[in-house]
């Protein structure tokens, strides 16, 4: 079985040490490589060999339009092997062979928008009186830590390594124990560029072997965490004892707000795809529908047939709905499901399913959970899986209350042809990205993305996200008498 090598300094390491942790397939639960298992000396030799690669002469000559350059090279790389990125992707995390074509492209995207952003990335010059000139210069913040969730992995690497390459960093990216195969892939893209080692690394292993000791690490400069919340809070209480920011890209539980007068059509559509897509494994799942009560029961017969026509099977056939990314994962969504069975009622789904095809993979029917509590658990808390409860308002500020009645914020759809309704709706919601009439709006890389409340801290994406990664100092020349 091929074990991955992490690669610090410029070396792949680890590859002939014993142990690692195994890599299954999601889809047929086979063994399809192992990681090296990492360690706390692994992180300190990283850290120390990208303190000096980015301190180093060879870097710091290195001009801003060339790091765009580089990532540029890299998008093109992306875009001209798509389905290798792709099917790389499939078997790691399981997910639909469309979906993960789609992740390689938005990948090749947000290199591309970075490395053009690489040279426009610039201060001000501040008026203060005659005879001094004020001016910000932006500086790289040096080494930038990246850890990795396991359910995006190639798509979550390229935005924030694209931003902190393109701004002069030097990278070390923890990927997730049980999906690194895309991460491997850019590890040895980089490594055979021009980029001097040590300007992006990648260490493999257990999250509190390795990625414990880069969060808590004195030489990182900023910390970029995508993953769920517990993790997030330990992480940004390692890098507080440094006095290093963080950027948290957490959880969420969001609502889709369904008014009577939408386009029930094309509602149903972005319900439907903003659950199911990869089997629900998403931090911006719509997990929540909220359709106002004079359509619900309609709009739920019309998406329970919608539901039960959807297609589940291995990544590589490209279903409608792939496998869940392991038994760990499964057993906690079954448990969910099991639970809020015995107040709600099961509209659709509600049942595992045999491994299309045979194997091991673990599959879930996507399932409709009407009549909870608000406050039940499988209402309030991130299920990661293929599961959508539902509720139903009488006016706006129901809608409003309900979306905005959860510890998370992340993401929220609203459906209506009202205008007034929609933007009303929209000021009042607590969640970082609001989407009418549509939800996910195509990814687009340019759009900021981050949570209110407990879905994080920060933003990623588009231009604002590239100020992560640097330094403001402000110089005050004195001239004239
Ligand atoms: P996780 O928190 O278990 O792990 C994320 C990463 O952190 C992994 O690389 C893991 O090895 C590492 N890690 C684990 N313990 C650590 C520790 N003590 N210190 C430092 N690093 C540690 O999350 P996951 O299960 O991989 O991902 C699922 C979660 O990620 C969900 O909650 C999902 O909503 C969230 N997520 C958020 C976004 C977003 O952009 N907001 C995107 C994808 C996933």
Redesign the pocket.
């Known amino acids: 079985m091929k074990k991955l090598p992490m690669l610090i300094n410029g070396q792949w390491v680890g590859e002939d040490r014993p142990g690692g942790h195994p890599v299954y397939n999601p889809s047929t639960g086979e063994q399809i490589a192992a990681i090296t298992a990492g360690t706390k000396e692994d992180v300190d030799a990283a850290v120390a060999a990208a303190r000096a690669a980015f301190e180093s002469p060879e870097w710091q000559r290195v001009r801003p339009y060339e790091r765009g350059q580089l990532l540029t090279e890299l998008a093109r790389e992306i875009r001209s092997d798509l389905d290798r990125w792709a099917e790389l992707e499939c078997a790691d995390v399981g997910k639909p062979i469309s979906q993960a074509r789609a992740d390689a492209e938005a990948a090749a995207r947000y290199f591309e928008f970075y490395g053009g952003a690489a040279d426009k990335v610039t201060g001000d010059t501040i008026p203060i009186e005659a005879g001094l000139l004020n001016a910000t210069v932006l500086e790289p913040v040096g080494v930038t830590a990246h850890?990795?969730?396991?359910?995006?992995p190639l798509q979550?690497i390229a935005r924030s390594v694209g931003a902190a390459i393109a701004t002069g960093n030097a990278v070390i990216v923890?990927?997730?124990?049980?999906?690194p195969l895309t991460a491997h892939a850019l590890a040895e893209w980089f490594s055979a560029s021009w980029l001097p080692a040590g300007i992006f690394q990648h260490i493999t292993?257990?999250?509190?072997e390795?990625?414990?000791?880069?969060?808590?690490h004195p030489g990182i400069g900023h910390v970029t965490?995508?993953?769920?919340?517990?993790?997030?809070i330990?992480?940004m209480k390692?890098a507080a004892a440094n006095v290093v920011p963080v950027t948290?890209?957490?959880?969420?539980k969001s609502p889709n707000i369904v008014f009577a007068d939408a386009d029930l059509a094309k509602a149903l559509d972005g319900v439907t795809k903003a659950i199911i897509q990869n089997a629900g494994?998403?931090?911006?799942?719509g997990s929540r529908l909220l359709v106002e009560e004079s359509v619900k029961e309609e709009f739920l017969a019309r998406l329970a047939e919608k539901f039960a026509s959807l297609t589940i099977g291995p990544g590589k056939d490209d279903p409608d709905v792939g496998p869940i990314?392991n038994d760990k994962?499964y057993r906690q969504i079954m448990d969910r499901i099991e639970e809020a069975k015995k107040t709600g009622r099961v509209v659709a789904g509600g049942e595992a399913v045999s491994p299309p095809g045979g194997g091991n993979g673990r599959y879930i029917r996507p399932t409709i959970i009407d009549g909870l509590a608000p406050d039940d658990p499988a209402a309030q808390e991130?299920i990661?899986g293929p599961v959508l409860t539902v509720f139903s308002f009488r006016d706006e500020a129901e809608a409003v209350a309900l979306a905005n009645g959860t510890d998370y914020g992340?993401v929220a759809g609203i459906w209506t042809k009202d205008i007034d309704v929609a933007h009303a709706a929209a000021a009042r919601l607590k969640a970082g990205q609001v989407f009418i009439n549509s939800y996910g709006a195509a990814g687009g890389v340019q759009m900021p993305?981050?949570?209110y409340k407990k879905?994080?801290i920060g933003r990623?994406k588009g231009f604002v996200a590239l100020r992560n990664y640097v330094q403001i100092k402000n110089i005050a020349i004195k001239f004239g008498d």
Do not use: M, R
């Not at 850890?147 to 995006?152: D, G, L, V």
């Not at 292993?205 to 509190?208: D, I, N």
């Open positions: 850890i990795i969730p396991w359910n995006y979550i923890k990927s997730a124990e049980d999906t292993g257990l999250g509190q390795v990625g414990g000791p880069l969060a808590a965490f995508t993953g769920s919340v517990p993790t997030g330990s992480v390692a948290l890209e957490l959880g969420g494994q998403t931090c911006s799942a990314l994962q991130e990661f992340l993305f981050g949570g879905s994080g990623e």
